[in-house]
């Protein structure tokens, strides 16, 4: 005679896991299912004329047109276990994964994010669900949300191999464009920060803050760089459009993931230099020179920024360190001819 199973939510969710174990997805969703209403029933014992949980607003609910108190109990329902009811609303969606459903395998992530945000495991069902359905801008999103998170993820590294290929043919070569914008992990969230000691809080902060503007006492990873570098084009795109301020921001942002790319500190000196903050301008450029030392567009950058701050000394050796490189140069030939006119 089989054991008599146990109502408790912990009973529940471990039996799920045996049967997902065993390969029998319908029968552990079921049991899934039965944890959740467990756990929410104990909620409503709590709070008895609060029945749904939160969800975004849509067409269908704003129709009802229903205010005050019982608008509230429409969109929001407390949880008096938010992490255990995120993880059975993953665990959930991993079985209507297993099963080919990835309608409500996204349905339950969903869920899940939305009590535990910038978790792994319903990022990447999700990311997955949306892949097979050919919905590869949302796969594209959750599998770069996931790599935010932890770099090192293979599945999320792969999952983006094959989403930039799949956006790259059915958008064309300019697809980053048209996908909807990655969601900024917090810092809090990043795994990278996880194997800190939380005796001394104080110590733990400033090495975090040392991480987060300089990155230079750690490797980025392959997550790291994709990310990075789509920052960065993302910053590219803002100064076509001659949005300097949003561009910097992205730019730095995109340095905070990988600070070794030369290109990225020279065009945030670009900004700097319409916004006329030139001594940021020059220590973007110093900073891209010390990664490439044949940056020409840095050299020039600087030379300009330190005309600008009436050191023409400066800003003569630049322009002679470009001309070295590139000897046609037009514009540094006309820049080398005004600084003369200075220093005359």
Known sequence: MAPKLSDSVEGLRAAG???????????AAALYSRALRALQAQVCHRYPRVRRRWIQPNS?????KWKGLRWLH???????????????????????LKDGNCTDCIKDCTSALDLVPFVVKPLLRRASAYEALEKYPLAYVDYMTVLQIDGSVTAALEGINRMTRALRDSLGPEWRLKVPSVPLVPVSAQKR???MPSENHKETAKIKSRETTTAKNRVPSAGDVERARVLKEEGNELVKKGNHKKAIEKYSESLSFSNLESATYSNRALCYLVLKQYKEAVKDCTEALRLNAKNVKAFYR????????KDYKSSLADIS?????????GPAQ?????INQNLN
């Open 302 to 309: 600087r030379a300009q920024a330190h005309k600008a701050l």
């Open 74 to 96: 429409l969109y929001w329902r407390p949880s008096s276990n938010p992490e255990e009811e995120s993880v059975l609303y993953s665990n959930r969606a991993a079985c209507h």
């Open 17 to 27: 896991n045996q049967s997902f174990r065993n390969g029998q997805f319908a029968e």
């Open 321 to 329: 360190s470009l001309l070295q490189i590139e000897p046609k140069n």
């Open 60 to 64: 269908e609910s704003v129709n009802l």
């Open 334 to 338: 006309k820049l080398r001819q005004e």
């Open 193 to 195: 920060w996880d194997y």
